[in-house]
């Protein structure tokens, strides 16, 4: 993580005052993120296999394989998150649940 990357503030619109004010969770992403120290760089192997044949003036046939393979790869796991649980209501009435990150 950069020593840049701060707390991300999330707050409410208040319409009264035009103002972003109602501070609802201040996240720390060092608490909840963290790199892996047996992190190790991506790998991708691609091969490729192909046959071509003419058969008289105007015809041909080609076959072709391609594979690719890989692994490494980075991701993201929250190891510090606590979330909740809730229902909300969509515009047209429909319920979503959500897991919203607690403090």
Do not use: C, H, K
């Amino acid at each position: 993580m950069s020593p840049g990357f701060g707390p991300i503030t999330v707050a409410f619109y208040d319409p009264a005052t035009g103002m972003y004010s109602n501070a609802s969770s201040i996240i720390d992403p060092l608490l909840n993120v963290q790199i892996d120290s047996n992190t190790r760089s991506p790998r991708t192997n691609q091969y490729s296999l192909g046959i071509d044949r003419a058969l008289g003036r105007d015809w041909s046939v080609s076959v072709s394989y391609v594979r690719r393979t890989g692994g490494e790869f980075t991701g993201w796991r929250d190891i510090g998150g606590v979330y909740g649980r809730e229902v909300v209501a969509l515009p047209d009435g429909r319920p979503l649940e959500v897991f919203p990150l607690e403090e």
